[in-house]
């Protein structure tokens, strides 16, 4: 099913997002060349490695299979990038490290049962500038992203990510609480990230029609927050949403991105999307 945003409705997570964002100081940019993602993450300060999911030096990344949002104020201070993988084989991406373009390999992989199939999109490379952290960054910008990629042609049927370096409990406040996943579990024990020690790997799963749901609950959240700006108040304003039981209704999403590659999303159906002037290789602003 094709969910096309209700505009009469004002469900547009993303649309919404940036104005809270715009009022706030910050600018925010679709970026498809992750070339400049990570040439830009090479000096973010506190970026201790490069995402080797989203190097374009390992994996043949472009402007039809990734982008990358750009948050700025005065200088790049956030970043939040996906990735298109198709329909290929999960299991397969992570037992031969082509999910982080190739690594020592083989790797054991548990809980198959519970990897997701389909067509999947991967997030990930979350980065707050250290002066800009605690404001409720991460909350809003994996929420926009996946608010984008659903109005692509990738169709994911659900969004995954991976968690490494953290203990199991700090895991799962950030993809849980603060980035909105649905669920995380370990895949693996022994898993070799570049410059990192042998550790665990653990998965994020957000199925289809629970980030639907969600954008459109986040939607209405932020709409309760007009005129406001992210900060402390922001952070305690959501976190006190999150405590109260929301009733779902199944909405669309995408309208801002749809807006500016033309058109309304049709109903019924997919369409081809002219990637957001990604062909026309330019950074697109979001903005009025």
Same mark, same amino acid.
């Given at each position: 099913?094709?969910?096309?945003?209700?505009?009469?409705?004002?469900?547009?997570?993303?649309?919404?997002?940036?104005?809270?964002?715009?009022?706030?100081?910050?600018?925010?940019?679709?970026?498809?060349?992750?070339?400049?993602?990570?040439?830009?993450?090479?000096?973010?300060?506190?970026?201790?490695?490069?995402?080797?999911?989203?190097?374009?030096? =390992?994996?043949? /990344?472009? !402007?039809?299979?990734?982008?990358? %949002?750009? +948050?700025?104020?005065?200088?790049?201070?956030? *970043? $939040?990038?996906?990735?298109?993988?198709?329909?290929?084989?999960?299991?397969?991406?992570?037992?031969?490290?082509?999910?982080?373009?190739?690594?020592?390999?083989?790797?054991?992989?548990?809980?198959?049962?519970?990897?997701?199939?389909?067509?999947?999109?991967?997030?990930?490379?979350?980065?707050?500038?250290?002066?800009?952290?605690?404001?409720? =960054?991460?909350? /809003?910008? !994996?929420?926009?992203?996946?608010? %984008?990629? +659903?109005?692509?042609?990738?169709?994911?049927? *659900? $969004?995954?990510?991976?968690?490494?370096?953290?203990?199991?409990?700090?895991?799962?406040?950030?993809?849980?609480?603060?980035?909105?996943?649905?669920?995380?579990?370990?895949?693996?024990?022994?898993?070799?990230?570049?410059?990192?020690?042998?550790?665990?790997?653990?998965?994020?799963?957000?199925?289809?029609?629970?980030?639907?749901?969600?954008?459109?609950?986040?939607?209405?959240?932020?709409?309760?927050?007009?005129?406001?700006?992210?900060?402390?108040?922001?952070?305690?304003?959501?976190?006190?949403?999150?405590?109260?039981?929301?009733?779902?209704?199944?909405?669309?999403?995408?309208?801002?991105?749809?807006?500016?590659?033309?058109?309304?999303?049709?109903?019924?159906?997919?369409?081809?999307?002219?990637?957001?002037?990604?062909?026309?290789?330019?950074?697109?602003?979001?903005?009025?």
């Amino acid at each position: 099913m094709n969910y096309a945003l209700n505009i009469e409705n004002r469900l547009d997570f993303a649309e919404e997002a940036r104005q809270l964002l715009e009022q706030s100081g910050y600018e925010l940019r679709i970026n498809p060349f992750m070339s400049q993602w990570a040439t830009a993450a090479a000096e973010f300060p506190g970026k201790k490695v490069l995402n080797p999911e989203f190097d374009p030096k =390992l994996i043949n /990344l472009n !402007p039809a299979n990734s982008f990358w %949002l750009e +948050l700025n104020c005065g200088e790049t201070i956030a *970043s $939040f990038a996906m990735r298109d993988l198709g329909a290929e084989n999960l299991c397969d991406l992570i037992s031969t490290y082509a999910l982080w373009g190739g690594g020592p390999g083989p790797l054991q992989v548990e809980n198959r049962d519970r990897l997701p199939t389909g067509n999947l999109t991967l997030e990930g490379a979350c980065w707050i500038h250290p002066a800009h952290r605690g404001l409720g =960054l991460p909350w /809003l910008l !994996p929420r926009i992203a996946r608010a %984008l990629a +659903l109005q692509r042609t990738w169709a994911p049927s *659900s $969004f995954v990510g991976n968690i490494v370096n953290r203990p199991l409990a700090d895991g799962k406040q950030l993809a849980l609480e603060k980035y909105g996943c649905q669920r995380l579990f370990k895949i693996a024990d022994n898993f070799c990230y570049p410059f990192l020690p042998v550790q665990p790997l653990y998965l994020t799963v957000s199925d289809r029609d629970y980030v639907i749901d969600q954008l459109s609950n986040s939607a209405r959240c932020l709409r309760q927050y007009a005129d406001q700006k992210v900060g402390r108040d922001f952070v305690a304003f959501i976190r006190e949403g999150q405590k109260q039981p929301t009733k779902t209704r199944r909405r669309a999403v995408g309208g801002m991105f749809d807006t500016l590659v033309g058109g309304a999303a049709e109903i019924g159906g997919r369409r081809p999307i002219n990637d957001h002037g990604f062909t026309k290789n330019r950074v697109v602003k979001i903005g009025r």
